[in-house]
């Protein structure tokens, strides 16, 4: 069974810092591995979608990799900015419905 | 892009009333749907997995009476909360997808409180 581990729970950071979120997952068995966002009390916001073949993908300040055989990935912030303190979930599909890892709660201090 | 529409976004109501929450996709043709809830400060959780015509499968611990879906076409799915109380409370987001290896794609979801 497809488990989804994300690293930290939660991180706190000033203005202007590059940050990485983790994921990790126990089956490499993968179609792609999706980022999202969530605000508090909102759905979710699709970030960047890799594909099991690719390597990255990128997005504005936004960079995310895969590596499917060791069965992780990093989400990679450039320049944060308070607007983007959110929840941060890492989900990947195989031949089961997406399975979500826990969240990186992110805050941004100006 | 693909736009998963969820409606409504928020329910309150009594207990014991049936609740009925719709997930659309509008700009494509979704095979099969999912309904995922959430508690706050939580994960996502599977509920369901819906193909178009065809029964729901139910996740472990997820009562099949008390959650009705319907996945009538190949648009549209439905989720019922039946005779709601209050710990059925929390946040449903819907998913749709066209084909098995494609991404999903999520609804805004519904806070749905009983009282």
């Known amino acids: 069974k497809q488990e989804v581990t994300q690293i930290p729970a939660a991180l706190s950071v000033p203005e202007g810092e590059n940050l990485v979120l983790n994921c990790s997952f126990t089956?490499?068995?993968?179609?792609?591995l999706q980022w999202f966002r969530q605000d508090p009390g909102k759905g979710l916001t699709s970030l960047l979608l890799?594909?099991?073949?690719?390597r990255e993908q990128t997005s504005g300040r936004l960079n995310a990799s895969l590596d499917k055989s060791s069965g992780r990935s990093t989400l990679y912030i450039a320049a944060s900015q308070p607007g983007d303190s959110a929840t941060y979930l890492c989900a990947v599909s195989g031949n089961t419905p997406l399975v979500f890892g826990k969240g990186t709660r992110l805050s941004v201090i100006a | 892009g693909a736009v998963v529409s969820q409606h409504p976004s928020r329910v309150i109501c009594k207990s014991g009333t049936s609740v009925k929450i719709e997930c659309r996709s509008l700009?494509?043709?979704?095979?099969?749907m999912f309904w995922y809830r959430q508690f706050p400060k939580k994960s996502l959780m599977l509920m369901a997995t819906?193909?178009?015509?065809?029964?729901?499968?139910?996740e472990q611990g997820v009562e099949k009476d008390k959650f009705l879906i319907n996945h009538a076409s190949l648009t549209l799915s439905t989720l019922t909360v039946t005779s709601a109380h209050p710990e059925d409370s929390s946040f449903y987001i819907c998913?749709?997808?066209?084909?098995?290896?494609?991404?999903?794609?999520f609804g805004d979801g519904t806070r749905l409180s009983i009282l």
């Open positions: 890799i594909q099991s073949s690719q």
């Open positions: 819906s193909n178009e015509g065809s029964k729901a499968t139910y």
């Open positions: 089956d490499s068995a993968i179609y792609n």
């Open positions: 998913s749709a997808r066209r084909v098995l290896n494609q991404p999903q794609h």
């Open positions: 700009d494509f043709q979704a095979t099969t």
